[in-house]
């Protein structure tokens, strides 16, 4: 489960994030403390559902969404989607959702699960301080990051933070090297098939998976910022 607000360290500007999972049948949603928390709840204290859901999203996104879960009910697809949404209080929350499909024991699709991630604009002296106190130690391998954040900014439709602060995100969550991440991320984008919406769902889920495929600390078969772009 992704870390809540009490365990990010001072100074630490990471992304909120918090997990959901919704089952196809009877469409039945489970949500963490996170998401609860993010759309103005104390958890435990309302029970989450599409009618609850969608009564949050901002209006010009509603019908999206909307069609974006009819989408994965009918195809047995992930849900994923970049929208907005207002909390209890009329705040205006941007986030992305970033899922893959949930599997019963016999390997039939049974629903999705992922996670909220809020990127709605922090102060710009705070994503400045990240970038500052991160970018230094990785001059080396700028190139391949800044390759992965493109990518990102393409599939998500984010700015260039945003876009390093979900890389971020997905280094310190799995304990993988921020270059070594995104030079995998680039080397399985060939896996990735040409034409949406199954583009972004197989996206959602190498972003969630990549790390599992990165080989131990020292093994011959580390994966180098040249050998993900192709170059000798």
Sequence with gaps: MPQTDQDVPPGDHRPVVGSFRFWFAGERWEWSDEVARMHGYEPGSVSPTTELLLSHKHPDDRAHVQDVLDYALHSGESFSSRHRFLDTQGVIHNVI???????????AVVGTSGYYIDV??????????????????????????????????????????QAFRILRWRSQETNVKLRTLAARLMAELHTLPPAPPAVQSRFD???????????EEGSDAQVSPTSATGQS
Excluded: C, N, W
């Excluded at 959702?97 to 024991?105: N, P, T």
């Excluded at 889920?205 to 080989?215: G, S």
């Design 97 to 107: 959702v970033v899922a893959d499909r949930m599997f019963d024991e016999s390997g």
């Design 120 to 161: 709605t604009d922090t102060l710009a002296e705070e994503r400045q301080e990240v970038l500052d106190e991160t970018l230094p130690e990785l001059f080396e391998a700028r190139a391949v990051i800044e390759q992965a954040k493109g990518v990102l900014m393409r599939i998500y439709r984010i700015d260039a933070d």
């Design 205 to 215: 889920h190498l972003l969630l998976t990549v790390h599992e495929r990165i080989p």
